[in-house]
């Protein structure tokens, strides 16, 4: 039907004429009220909103030189943010000297993979970022 009758209609029964798909040939319009229109559409996004969930990355630091104990704590945090679901950026800093030797912080990411290997998988192996060293472990799917 043309634009002034479905205006006439509408105007008649107190309602808005609003384009549903203005890009379709022809535009496809509906009879309603438009603010009634309006709430509906916030309340489906904030439904939508509500059901999303934010993936945070976490960050480990530790040196090179980290003691068992300490490295014990770093893990057991590892845990608790993959198992929350989080994502983790775990870092091995260097300093001074001990940037002449990587292959250190090498074997204490690989202790680090194997200590969560059960919680999250490496998403990106270890690589060099300046002075320290750098992986990211996501967690595993939740059955």
């Known amino acids: 039907?043309?634009?002034r009758e479905a205006m006439k209609i509408a105007y008649d029964s107190n309602l808005d004429l609003v384009k549903i798909a203005?890009?379709?040939?022809?535009p496809v319009c509906r009879i309603l009220d438009y603010g009634k229109y309006c709430f509906e559409q916030t309340k489906r996004e904030k439904e939508a909103k509500?059901?999303?969930k934010v993936v945070e990355v976490k960050e480990i630091r530790m040196f090179s030189t980290i003691?068992?104990?300490d490295f014990n704590t770093k893990v057991n945090q590892a845990s608790k943010f993959l198992k929350s679901g989080d994502k983790l950026k775990v870092s091995v800093r260097f300093r001074k000297r001990a940037i002449a030797h990587p292959e250190l912080g090498m074997e204490l990411l690989e202790r680090f993979k194997e200590a969560c290997s059960e919680f999250g998988s490496v998403e990106k192996p270890a690589k060099m970022e300046g002075r320290s060293l750098v992986m990211f472990v996501s967690p595993k799917a939740s059955k």
Not at 22 to 26: G, I
């Open 1 to 3: 039907m043309s634009a």
């Open 67 to 69: 003691d068992t104990n």
């Open 22 to 26: 203005p890009q379709a040939t022809p």
């Open 50 to 52: 509500k059901n999303q």
